[in-house]
């Protein structure tokens, strides 16, 4: 059973989704890659972790998340956004950098960067 849960941030309202054993959807309510929101709103343990996490991010209070993810794409997806994950906080890296370490096109990466089905988690 899938869960959902709202909450602010200093950035706009985002949504959450559980698949009740990691995070599996984050996006802002209106964005491209926001879940569908079906039935009513739940939170379940991983989503109150993910909240937790949330709030001491925007705090200023946490560079990395321990929340569990599961992220659904293609094997290159999940290279560009395994790649994206390890980028440490605050560090910036373009497109090209990153497309050079996997051996790929920084189009081919920015458009993988542009599907993370889980925003801010892995940005």
Known sequence: MRC??????PCGEFVLTSDGTAV???????????PPLVGLEQK????EHAVRELELYFAGKLREFTVPIHTAGTPFQQRVW????????????????????LKSGPRAVGGATGRTPVSIFIP
């Open 82 to 101: 395994a790649g994206i994950a390890g980028i440490p906080y605050g560090r910036l890296v373009r497109y090209g950098e990153l497309a050079a370490s």
């Open 4 to 9: 959902y849960f709202k909450i602010p941030t």
């Open 24 to 34: 599996c959807a984050a996006d802002f309510v209106d964005g491209k890659n926001a």
């Open 44 to 47: 379940d343990s991983i989503l």
